[in-house]
């Protein structure tokens, strides 16, 4: 079949073949939670994600930077308010740190309100020699290791929509509500990294800024505007399960295009962009902007080939990749495509996933990442867009609020035998608050130079 945009329909995709989905053992469950889906609200509005297409044009040219950050894989059991407030407050930190270094505005999407759905390696997990099928995200199975657990329930896609749906609620809250307002930029200091290195340098940023707004509102200029009083966070997730998105795949009334509205910005993952793959099939149709992971073992022709499906106009905004190599790789894999996508012409958002290939399982047994080996694959992903002068347009982390001990390293050098104490992840290791922190102003200190 053509990539022709007018054979494009919301489920010309089930005419190619679809990786990484879910063996669901009851069709007839399955259709039902779709069809339920089908009817239930957006979650996202076309409007919304075309500001945040307009923003990241932006980062095209190197006048906004992407921070896309968030859980591996959201758990419906940790959809909590304290959660949700605490991946925001960090958020807003480290916007707020790349902001005042960079001297631009910072995109903030969210790896957040639908990350449920996750592609594994294995199709199935072998512990003390039983074996189950792999934990597939929270819309998938549970990932309890029993046979019961693991059984995918199609029922799970209507509870991530709900819990998307309540945790977007509490975002927007948040966000124009007042937390996010730039008045309480010091109350974002999370109380267990206000001690650390990291935690008095963002209290002493934080100061400055407040010191800033006092004498803008003592000079009579006043801060109950927008841009002072509100913040935006957008969504994103991996669109993996193609089924729900589908059902939340919309017609716009204003322009007639489709956009899939489970969140503002969906990407395709490492295992699932094939050029003439079900997902790039549908993801091709709709207008949300799009990212692509791309990993070291990526072809030239294809890269192009994918860009001329998703991006045939190329439209600025509309394509992110999120390369994904590993320290190790990065310095040899980065230059030839940036190169070959320059001389192309094609607008890209460029953004580094530092995380992804820079996965070890430590002597504990732990998947872990050294804070060091992310933060390397990020200083050379930065240089090597400086010497190749393309635009270094943002990063996309594994992180969270919270005080978890899941990557190693960092100014508090959590060692391979600390992992168990707070390893909470149901997937990937996430960077706690205090790297996430950290990540940011040691990006600072680079776009600063
Ligand atoms: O988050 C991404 C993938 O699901 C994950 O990196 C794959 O991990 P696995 O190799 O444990 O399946
Ligand atoms: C699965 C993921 O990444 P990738 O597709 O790059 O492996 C992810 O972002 O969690
Ligand atoms: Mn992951």
């Known amino acids: 079949m ?15 073949t679809a990786l990484q989905q879910p063996n669901w053992p009851d069709q007839a469950a399955v259709e039902k939670a779709i069809n339920d889906l089908s009817v239930l609200p ?8 075309r500001s945040l297409k307009q923003l990241l044009a932006k980062a095209v040219t190197g006048d906004a930077f992407l921070l896309q950050g968030g859980d591996c894989s959201e758990n419906f059991s940790q959809v909590t308010a304290p959660n949700i407030r605490e991946t925001l407050k960090v958020l807003l930190q480290m916007a707020v740190v790349l902001t005042y270094a960079g001297g631009k505005p910072v995109v903030k999407v969210g790896r957040i309100a639908g ?35 693991r059984i995918p329930n199609p029922k799970y896609m209507l509870r991530g929509y709900n819990m998307a ?101 969906l990407w395709i993952g ?28 990526y072809d030239l022709d294809e890269v192009k080939k994918l860009v001329e499906k998703l991006n045939p106009q190329n439209e600025a905004g509309r394509l992110t990749f999120i390369t994904r190599f590993g320290m190790k790789k990065v310095e040899k894999v980065l230059p030839p495509l940036l190169r070959e996508m320059k001389k192309e012409g094609f607008k890209i958002v460029w953004s580094c996933d530092p995380m992804h290939a820079n996965t070890y399982t430590a002597k504990s047994g732990h998947k872990t990442r050294n804070f ?29 609020g919270n005080d978890v001990t899941e990557c190693t390293g960092g100014a508090h050098n959590i060692v391979d035998e600390e992992l168990a104490s707070n390893y909470m992840t149901s997937c990937d290791p996430r960077l706690n608050a205090e790297q996430s922190l950290e990540v940011a102003f040691q990006i600072a200190d680079m776009i600063r130079s």
């Open 270 to 297: 490492e295992r699932t962009r094939q050029v003439d793959g079900a997902h790039v099939e549908f993801l091709r149709g709709v207008h949300n902007p799009l990212g692509v992971k791309l990993g070291p073992t």
């Open 115 to 149: 990350q449920f759905a996750k592609p594994r390696s294995s199709d199935t997990e072998t512990i003390d020699g039983v074996e189950l099928p792999s934990y597939r995200g929270d819309m998938v199975n549970r990932s309890e290791f029993t046979e019961d657990a």
């Open 42 to 49: 957006p979650l996202v509005f076309a409007g919304e994600i």
């Open 372 to 400: 060091n080996d992310i933060l390397s694959e990020i200083t050379c992903f930065f240089e090597t867009h400086w010497s190749e002068g393309t635009v270094p347009g943002g990063v996309h982390l594994e992180m969270t």
């Open 165 to 265: 749906a309540s945790t977007l609620n509490l975002l927007r809250a948040f966000t124009r509500g007042g937390f996010g307002s730039l008045q309480r930029v010091q109350a974002w200091n999370q109380e267990f990294v206000t001690q650390s290195p990291m935690g008095r340098s963002y209290d002493r940023l934080a100061k400055q800024i407040s010191q800033a707004i006092r004498f803008m509102e003592t000079i009579g200029i006043s801060s109950d505007t927008p841009q002072i009083n509100q913040t935006q966070l957008f969504t994103s997730h991996e669109a993996l399960l193609l089924q729900y998105e589908e059902a939340l795949t919309r017609q716009d009334h204003i322009t007639d295009n489709w956009y899939d509205c489970s969140a503002h910005m």
């Open 2 to 16: 053509s990539s022709d945009p007018t054979n494009w329909t919301k489920s010309s995709w089930k005419n190619y």
